[in-house]
């Protein structure tokens, strides 16, 4: 009877034990499972900063870059094949050029654009070591809010203009046809005009300008005038004179009207005195 009873205990022990060690299991493996989701959550979460996350197009910088040059070169035809070998290496191209030459200098206006990218390194490589560089102007300005702005303006001018097209769609009386389709227009010209900006500004930014005037001196000095001797300065004077006389003779003979008129009457008075005259006291 007791060893029945023993063998009932030793199994109930037994029994208990095994579910105590599967309690406290439990919460162990769901702790590590919650601690596992964690670190995968974190994992997932902390990816984006371990790799490079992908820039928005729409808010990169887009920075507009001129320059204003002067160069006085000692050699032109040098530094124009120069100038368009830099250019093409650089990426870049002529847009303007406007060549002149006179008696003092022969010099060369050119508009060039080139890559962002490429812009500071064309500047210095512009001015070579035999070039003087006389002026130097650089500026830049930041139009990446304005081109955002106006990206944004031309997505909402779109919503607009598909509501639009859903009222006219919708729409019987002619009246109401052509309000809508005048408001479509506009709003159709308002985008074009957006576009237009967009377009313009990213390729002033994508591309800058260097205004580039570059010249030669073919005389340093102008020829000093001789001084006048005395007979020299008789002649000035005498031909002077008959400048401003005939000036004057010409321009008593532009009003001969005034002068016949002035014949006449003379003589019409003449001829009155003399009739006054011959009549008896």
Not at 34 to 46: C, G, I, L, M, R
Not at 63 to 92: C, M, Q
Not at 180 to 201: H, K, P, S
């Amino acid at each position: 009877m007791r060893i029945p009873m023993l063998a009932a205990l030793l199994l109930l022990l037994f029994f208990s034990c095994n579910q105590g060690n599967h309690k406290r299991d439990k919460p162990a493996s769901a702790a590590a499972d919650v601690s596992s989701a964690s670190a995968d959550a974190d994992s997932t979460v902390a990816a984006p900063a371990d790799g490079q996350p992908a820039a928005n197009p729409d808010w990169d910088r887009k920075i507009v870059k001129n320059a204003d040059l002067a160069i006085e070169t000692k050699s032109f035809p040098g530094f124009t094949t120069r100038l368009h070998r830099l250019v093409r290496e650089n990426g870049g191209y002529i847009a303007q050029e406007a060549e002149s030459q006179n008696s003092f200098e022969i010099n060369n206006s050119v508009s060039i654009k080139v890559p962002v990218d490429r812009f500071d390194d064309l500047l210095q490589q512009l001015p070579a070591d035999s070039d003087r560089l006389t002026d130097k102007k650089v500026s830049s300005q930041d139009v990446s809010m304005e081109v955002v702005d106006t990206k944004s303006r031309l997505e909402t001018k779109k919503e607009v203009r598909e509501r639009y097209l859903d009222l006219l769609k919708q729409a019987h009386k002619m009246a109401d046809i052509l309000s809508i389709q005048q408001e479509i227009d506009g709003i159709q010209e308002e985008m074009d005009a957006a576009a237009g900006r967009v377009t313009y500004l990213s390729h002033a930014a994508a591309f800058s300008t260097i205004n580039l005037k570059f010249y030669q001196v073919l005389n340093p000095a102008p020829p000093e005038e001789p001084t006048p001797t005395f007979l020299h300065k008789i002649k000035l004077s005498f031909l002077d004179g008959w400048y401003y006389l005939s000036t004057l003779v010409l321009g008593l003979l532009t009003v001969w009207p005034l002068w016949l008129a002035l014949g006449l009457g003379l003589a019409a008075w003449r001829r009155h005195q003399t009739r006054s005259g011959k009549k008896p006291a």
